[in-house]
């Protein structure tokens, strides 16, 4: 039960950072805005360090930073994935590929799942896409840039989870500092060599600072469900964040809920019952 509140927490926080980096994104270029947001993340897991502990053993340091390297593909496209929008069309292809993947490894390595989750994981799956679908007709079709964007967004978020669970469960945050100054090395870097192609648009900075720091508290809260549960169970969780950016998405942006996302949302909350159970 606690994998599973923590885990749903960090689908919260997954979603409303997508959103505000998407959003972010539309008005810079995505690097001026990952610039802002990957140092606002690594900002937040240094102060957590005094808090929670960090030990930087090898393997802490070699997860971390593959971790770390996949989470800079993931700012750079997943921002301009959203940005390009409709987000309630993109959203969806990019949370069923990272919950696909983790789930694979996670039964790879022999977790055995009870009844209850057997059921409740295609469910999850199924809301995953439901409660973040819009209809993809008229202008709202997305482009085949987009939605491939999206798939190397949702590989790219599920590899990171993947790293951050092999990481030994007593290494405290070292992953996610060591994952967050890697990737913000490299997007530091990657926007100083491509400086002259980034506009001269201003970055909107508590909107991106605010994007980054919800990202780190995903990740942490991630990391802590993951230690306690099931990787299968705990990635399917999490891959719920569409919830938070097509809500969001609502509210600031007007963009229509569908009935089918309702439907979604049910769906979700019956999975989310199920998997209690285990």
Known sequence: MIALLLALGSSLAYGCADFLGGLGARKAHVLRTVMIAAPASLTVELLLWPLLGASFSPGALAWGTASGLASAVVFALLYRTLAMGPMNVLSPVTALVSAALPVAVGLLQGEHLGTAALVGLPLALLAVVLVSAGHGAGPARPSRTALLLALGAGGAIALQLVFLHQA????????????????????????GLLRHRLGTERPAYAISATAGALD???????????????????????????????????????????????????????????????
């Open 216 to 278: 780190s508290l995903a990740n942490l809260l991630f990391l802590l469900a993951a230690r306690s549960g099931d990787l299968a169970v705990v990635a399917v969780i999490t891959a719920l964040y569409p919830a938070g950016t097509v809500l969001l998405a609502r509210g600031v942006l007007a963009e229509r809920i569908h009935r089918g996302q309702l439907v979604g949302l049910g769906t979700a909350a019956v999975a989310v019952g199920l998997l209690a159970l285990t």
């Open 168 to 191: 030994p469960s007593d290494s405290g945050v070292a992953p996610l500092i060591v994952g967050r100054a890697v990737s913000s090395a490299v997007t530091l870097t990657a926007a």
